[in-house]
């Protein structure tokens, strides 16, 4: 199966740990100033990544740009690898925002990704400018130049999808999750004021804040990716953030506040029952 070999060979790739780790260290540096366009580039404003739904676009376009030269309609083909082209630019910056929250393994395949999509779109460069007669050259040279990068945009996109797919990277870590309406028993049930503290209700791990006589419980593992909220979170105003990567959610509801987290954190009713707290999923 192809997915082992490719896998098999990332695995061994220990040199993109190094490059990875400096890169990520540059992108947070720039956004993390600006957390409205770190969010904006995630896509938590839309509930689903943004770089996914981005990279359709340059695929699209640089596939019918390679079938229209090589149909022999080179000004189709200019225009499409054109529309292409500012596709990757605006995928590179979603992607640079998403990679800012990768770790370990996920990190060494975002890099590989990363630098296989930034030597397609150098590629893709010189072809837009030949093609746009910017530079000297000719229409074989261009099409040449988008044969290469569409083979790199295409290696890229695998890896990509293996980041999503394989290692579940800006998947939503509940989606299989129930929202049952029964309640449940949660133990222990008493807490310190207004700090985190770890609940079990049934086989559920949850987070619980107290607040005077109102008890706030959302499911435990983050969202984004995977971390504890109650062993790497903390409560700002009416949030949880997750020190992990900095996704903020809200105590009340478990809406997504701030990314990099594109969904909802499980949210769950509390009543208080013959000296016992119980809970349950609040609907979505
Ligand atoms: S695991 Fe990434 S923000 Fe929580």
Redesign the pocket.
């Known amino acids: 199966m192809i997915r082992r070999v490719v896998n098999g060979v990332l695995d061994r790739q220990g040199w993109a740990d190094g490059v990875g780790e400096l890169l990520q260290k540059v992108y947070l540096a720039a956004l993390r100033p600006m957390p409205l366009v770190k969010d904006l580039l995630h896509g938590t404003w839309l509930g689903h990544a943004l770089h996914p739904a981005i990279t359709d676009v340059p695929v699209g376009a640089l596939t019918a740009a390679l079938f229209l030269d090589l149909i022999g309609e080179p000004d189709g083909a200019k225009w499409a690898t054109l529309v292409g082209f500012v596709g990757m630019l605006a995928a590179a910056l979603t992607g640079i925002a998403d990679y800012t929250?990768t770790d370990g393994k996920a990190r060494r395949y975002a890099t590989i990704h990363s630098l296989l999509m930034f030597f397609s779109t150098t590629v893709y460069l010189f072809s837009v400018l030949i093609r746009f007669q910017i530079l000297a050259g000719s229409h074989q040279q261009a099409t040449i130049a988008a044969v290469v990068g569409y083979l790199l945009l295409i290696a890229g996109a695998f890896i990509g999808g293996q980041l999503v797919f394989d290692l579940g990277y800006m998947v939503d870590r509940h989606a299989w999750r129930g929202g049952g309406q029964k309640w449940s028993s949660l133990e222990p049930a008493s807490f310190p004021e207004n700090a985190l503290a770890k609940a079990k209700a049934g086989a559920q791990t949850l987070v619980v804040v107290q607040r005077g006589d109102v008890l706030h419980a959302l499911h435990d593992t983050?969202a984004?990716?995977?971390?504890s909220l109650a062993e790497?979170g903390t409560v700002v105003g009416d949030t949880i953030e997750?020190q992990?990567?900095?996704?903020r959610f809200d105590l009340r509801t478990g809406r997504v506040a701030r990314g990099?987290?594109t969904f909802d954190q499980p949210a769950f009713e509390v009543r208080r029952a013959e000296g016992r707290v119980e809970v349950r999923r609040m609907r979505a």
């Not at 984004?224 to 971390?227: A, Q």
């Open positions: 929250g983050c984004h990716s995977g971390c790497k997750c992990c990567h900095g996704s990099p987290a």
